[in-house]
């Protein structure tokens, strides 16, 4: 096939076979492309027609692809992109008056603690975008990204798709959570008397902490597991319970009443909260306009205030709220 012969190809066919290659399901694409599923029906008999091979056989509830459509998509995916990139060159992105529609992926932990920030100064910004957050973790964020389900994500990210661009917006600092009212910082041996509660969406009672602990041949006592940030404050609440959460989700928790925040009394890794995009869209003016966003509101740590020892409980919440 020559370049002229490319006038009788459809392209929204092609965007047909690529979302089927990723989801598998008529239903599904249907779904993600607001198509109904006579649309979808027609378009795979024409690409079937176009490509002279069944590409997808039904196996139960999935379409499961053939060789030639195996090696057709590896050939498409990045054509698509260069298309898409070429016509986001061309096109100029008014923050003001733009109505445009942005999905992201977030942690939970950014979700929570970032977020909000961040969306008062979109919505001054630009009133009239729209906003789709999905929430996704470290695990999920590759596969999201190569779905084309979300343009930008921001979470600790583990391997990328090739295609897949990142930028580190700040390091991830460990604190600790706590509601009792008695004065001082927790030694080492009181910490590991206590009881305490971990944030884990696989619903994992062991992290990073107990392997640090476990090198310093210390142990911890975890009675409580969560899905997501947002419940700790009330958990904790007049109990013995502590918690290690990010140092920005210790700025927005310290807003609670009764809800105190200070350093880890024991060598923690610290990691690196990224945002990642898709190839695709790096030259897209209103990626580009998002990314800046985040980079300008999410990128740069506000330093955590330590309160001396002395300090009461009261003041301790008051002081780190202040520095949020």
Not at 7 to 30: A, K, Q, Y
Not at 114 to 126: F, I, N, S, V
Not at 312 to 324: D, H, K
Request: include cysteine; proline fraction near 7%.
């Amino acid at each position: 096939m020559n370049r002229n012969d490319l006038r009788r190809i459809d392209i929204h066919l092609l965007v047909v076979f690529e979302t089927m290659m990723h989801e598998r399901n008529v239903s599904r694409v249907g779904e993600k492309l607001f198509l109904g599923q006579p649309s979808i029906s027609a378009a795979l008999g024409r690409l079937r027609h176009l490509f002279d091979d069944p590409l997808f056989v039904r196996a139960g509830r999935l379409m499961e692809p053939t060789a030639r459509a195996e090696e057709i998509f590896a050939n498409l995916t990045p054509a698509l992109d260069g298309i898409a990139a070429a016509l986001n060159r061309c096109q100029s992105f008014e923050p003001c008056t733009s109505d445009a529609t942005f999905q992201v992926g977030l942690s939970d932990d950014v979700e929570y603690a970032l977020l909000p920030r961040l969306l008062r100064h979109l919505r001054a910004e630009a009133p009239n975008i729209t906003l789709i957050v999905l929430r996704v973790d470290q695990q999920q964020m590759s596969q999201r990204l190569f779905n084309g389900e979300i343009s930008l994500g921001i979470s600790h990210t583990l391997d990328l798709p090739a295609s897949a661009r990142r930028k580190v917006l700040r390091p991830i600092r460990p604190m600790l959570l706590r509601t009792d009212d008695r004065p001082g910082e927790l030694g080492l041996d009181e910490f590991c008397q206590r009881p305490h509660a971990v944030v884990s969406c696989m619903g994992n009672a062991t992290d990073q902490t107990d392997h640090a602990l476990s090198r310093l041949d210390r142990r911890r006592k975890v009675v409580l597991a969560v899905p997501q940030f947002s419940a700790l404050p009330r958990l904790l609440a007049h109990s013995e319970m502590l918690a290690i959460v990010p140092d920005y989700v210790a700025r927005a928790m310290v807003s609670v009443e009764g809800v105190r925040a200070e350093p880890v009394p024991l060598p923690l890794p610290v990691q690196e909260l990224t945002m990642v995009w898709r190839a695709a869209a790096h030259n897209d003016a209103g990626q580009r306009w998002l990314r800046s966003r985040c980079q300008a509101f999410l990128g740069v740590p506000i330093e955590l205030q330590v309160v001396p020892k002395s300090s009461t409980p009261s003041r301790i919440g008051s002081t780190l709220l202040a520095a949020w």
